[in-house]
């Protein structure tokens, strides 16, 4: 059966109504929920670097990239290695880093280094509040080992996080960094105690306005010794001095009456009264982070550019979480533009890590948060492709005066992202039947689904070889890049007779920087469906 007006589509279709599971969605991993009720999402994946979503663990329909250390032909056996930034990894089952990801590989992230560019910004603002303390570090090497990325920090053998649907690997003992937590045991190690790592990090994701494969996270952590713990010590006095400060500014209001249980409780072996005093620590510090990044922004915003009493307090609240390699655990909410937007993820690190990394005798704690969600949100980036861009457009909104500090313009202004550009979108529809025999696994971003965080909810059906729609975007995005908008499944369909199953799902490609042609845009997407059809064993309608 042919699906009419679908290949090639014969005219730019309307854009379908919002889906009900993206409405309100901002980007990844921050969500919105209503004031009254916690945002509790125990299946996680939020601003913190270690979250994963939940899916059940699949046999992936591999992608395999062509080796760069042996050229591909139609007369070519399939290389055994593949060579990544001048290393050889040995390719196996696991395999699955397509060529769009591996020419994006550098051995350290260029964004948050880049002069007059958001995420750069950040970064600085970040930085300089924290202070002398804390040791800034770049990004090591993209490629950890999976011990590094999940052993060390208590993933078990079924984490969902482990999936080849959802991490890029270079074989079963090598991947792409998912979270900045991947260098923790290493870091403290190598003797640090009190640091801030940026790094770029990479999933297998859904293709829209907020996901994107590569995108950037800060993690920061602070130990103490035993002894700094003591009555009237090192840490008392920091927190008393924060908390101090804090009360002092009368802009932040706090809600925190998250249970310990529920956050994990202290660690078997901590001293209740040490573990009390360093989450005491680490709550002060990132309330005072969040006052930095968001409370100027807000104070203007909601008082007409007044300060002061004129303004409304800025509202955070603590709500309790769970990660693998902290406990207690937490993430931060702020009330930003009449939504609570999560920030980031905490908690107090497990003391298996601080073994793994041979360190004794120090307690502490640390966070993870990425920089695209909260420039995104701070600057009104409407599309996370933005922050690739070359255009000087883009690029020159975010030049600063000296001295003018990350949050303002040469000319002393708030720095706001205004568009420059709307280029029209061109809708093309891909309708298949499933492989028969499989499971098949979908995000929640369909319409039908609901969502509390970024859609990533996995279904299942035993319907149909084993289909995953992380599958199904990682084509379109390696076959035409940052030319595909967003993508999203329209129809699922199956058949009364056969129980045969069939999907179909609309690509919006629009390129932000130019206006497509049809002509141009029917033959990627001619691309896209070859790819699906030779590598997905899907059946086109």
């Not at 999933?203 to 996901?211: V, Y």
């Not at 500014?249 to 209740?272: C, F, N, R, T, W």
């Not at 933005?386 to 990350?406: N, P």
Request: with cysteine.
């Amino acid at each position: 059966m042919v699906r009419p007006n679908l290949i090639p589509p014969t005219s730019i279709r309307p854009r379908p109504p919002p889906s009900p599971s993206l409405s309100g969605l901002l980007f990844r991993s921050i969500r919105s929920s209503p004031a009254s009720t916690p945002a509790l999402t125990p299946r996680g994946r939020l601003d913190h670097p270690h979250h994963f979503r939940p899916q059940p663990r699949l046999r992936l329909q591999q992608l395999r990239p062509i080796s760069s250390s042996c050229p591909s032909s139609s007369n070519s056996k399939p290389s055994t290695t593949q060579t990544v930034l001048g290393r050889e990894y040995k390719v196996d089952d696991y395999t699955n880093v397509p060529a769009s990801i591996l020419k994006r590989l550098t051995p350290n992230p260029d964004l948050p280094y880049k002069p007059n560019h958001p995420l750069q910004l950040l970064r600085s603002q970040i930085e300089s509040h924290f202070g002398s303390n804390y040791h800034p570090m770049a990004s090591p090497f993209p490629v950890v080992t999976t011990t590094l990325n999940f052993e060390d920090l208590g993933f078990p053998d079924d984490h969902p996080g482990r999936s080849p649907t959802d991490t890029y690997y270079l074989n079963r003992q090598n991947c792409l960094r998912t979270h900045t937590s991947a260098h923790e045991v290493e870091t403290f190690a190598k003797g640090e105690q009190r640091w801030l790592l940026t790094a770029d990090v990479y999933r297998r994701d859904e293709i829209d306005s907020s996901h994107y494969p590569i995108f950037h996270q800060m993690e920061g952590a602070s130990i103490f010794s035993h002894e700094d713990y003591r009555v009237g010590g090192k840490v008392q006095t920091e927190v008393e001095e924060m908390e101090s400060r804090l009360s002092r500014s009368k802009l932040l209001e706090i809600e925190d009456e998250v249970d310990l249980k529920m956050a994990g409780d202290y660690q078997k072996g901590h001293d209740p009264r040490m573990a009390a005093l360093a989450v005491r620590h680490l709550k002060a510090t990132l309330n005072g982070l969040v006052l930095e990044l968001f409370g100027e922004r807000h104070r203007f915003e909601t008082s007409g550019g007044a300060t002061g009493s004129q303004a409304e307090p800025l509202k955070v609240r603590w709500i309790p979480a769970t990660f693998p390699f902290t406990s207690p655990s937490y993430e931060v909410e702020v009330w930003f533009r009449g939504k609570w937007l999560e920030i980031l993820g905490c908690g107090v690190v497990m003391e298996r890590t601080l073994e793994r990394a041979n360190v004794e005798g120090k307690l502490g704690w640390a966070f993870g948060l990425g920089l695209e969600r909260i420039a995104m949100v701070l600057y009104s980036i409407p599309d996370i492709r933005l922050f690739w861009t070359e255009d000087k457009r883009f690029l020159d909104q975010f030049q600063t005066s000296t001295g003018g500090g990350a949050k303002r313009t040469s000319d002393g202004g708030l720095i706001t992202f205004k568009p420059y550009s709307k280029f029209p979108p061109c809708y093309k529809d891909v309708s298949f039947w499933l492989p028969q025999t499989s499971t098949t696994t979908t995000s929640s971003t369909s319409p039908s689904s609901s969502s509390q965080g970024q859609g990533t909810e996995a279904k299942s059906s035993s319907s149909s070889s084993s289909f995953h729609e992380n599958d199904f975007f990682e084509v379109v995005r390696d076959t035409v890049g940052d030319l595909a908008e967003d993508v999203v499944k329209i129809d699922d369909f199956t058949h009364p007779k056969t129980s045969r199953r069939s999907l179909c799902y609309r690509i919006n490609y629009r390129s932000m920087d130019r206006n497509l042609e049809n002509e141009e845009t029917n033959a990627l997407h001619s691309k896209v469906v070859e790819r699906l059809v030779n590598e997905l064993k899907l059946e086109i309608r």
